[in-house]
T-cell receptor, first 113, second 112 residues
Framework: DTAVSQTPKYLVTQMGNDKSIKCEQN?????MYWYKQDSKKFLKIMFS???????INETVPNRFSPKSPDKAHLNLHINSLELGDSAVYFC????????????FGPGTRLTVL | QKEVEQDPGPLSVPEGAIVSLNCTYS??????FMWYRQYSRKGPELLMY????GNKEDGRFTAQVDKSSKYISLFIRDSQPSDSATYLC????????????FGTGTRLLVSP
């Protein structure tokens, strides 16, 4: 049973295109996140949603728009893709309370040509 | 300067060695400290979780936090080739609505 799943696993596209990445978690968690990991392995938070409500938006260009149709899903839509958007994007989820922490999906490797 | 600094490595050791991985940080508000392991082309997975200063042991892994020095460590005893991965430290100010701040990761290679 996959706890946090993402589709697609690989995404290759041309500059200027619009693409979406989907994320689903079956852990019953209330909070979901999107992270970007660059070529140097630096992992940086982009967005966080709690019960479908945006709670963290880390100065991400507004070409990136997260959407949470329900608390088990958090999708990421990217408009007008640029070369610098090439990275691995990770979805994660966590419970709100307690000392549990974040569980990550397998990642989506985005390559913009 | 990044909030959390970590030597990128790679750190190469022979099987059975004791490995020491470290992070320094600048924000004294961080209270919760984690170590994640990331295998190539996989998502990070949580290894250890500690609150405030002190030590925590789990099998071959020991996490240490020294808040006075703003320094955290992960020790791996009897290292195995299967420990070869990138190790990311992460920290946050509070457990709810966690904004984790990650180090850049240290790549560890354990040779048989």
């Amino acid at each position: 049973d996959t706890a946090v799943s993402q589709t697609p696993k690989y995404l290759v596209t041309q500059m200027g295109n619009d693409k979406s990445i989907k994320c689903e978690q079956n852990l019953g968690h209330d909070t979901m996140y999107w992270y970007k990991q660059d070529s140097k392995k630096f992992l940086k938070i982009m967005f966080s949603y709690n019960n479908k409500e945006l709670i963290i938006n880390e100065t991400v260009p507004n070409r990136f728009s997260p959407k949470s149709p329900d608390k088990a899903h958090l999708n990421l839509h990217i408009n007008s893709l640029e070369l610098g958007d090439s990275a691995v994007y990770f979805c994660a989820s966590s419970p709100v309370t307690g000392i549990d922490t974040q569980y990550f999906g397998p990642g989506t490797r985005l390559t913009v040509l | 300067q990044k909030e959390v600094e970590q030597d990128p490595g790679p750190l190469s050791v022979p099987e059975g060695a004791i490995v020491s991985l470290n992070c320094t940080y600048s924000n004294s508000a961080f209270q919760y400290f984690m170590w994640y392991r990331q295998y190539s082309r996989k998502g990070p997975e949580l290894l250890m979780y500690t609150y405030s200063s002190g030590n925590k042991e789990d099998g071959r892994f020991t996490a240490q936090v020294d808040k006075s020095s703003k320094y955290i460590s992960l020790f791996i005893r009897d290292s195995q080739p299967s420990d070869s991965a990138t190790y990311l430290c992460a920290m946050t100010k509070s457990p709810g609505f966690q904004k984790l701040v990650f180090g850049t990761g240290t790549r560890l290679l354990v040779s048989p």
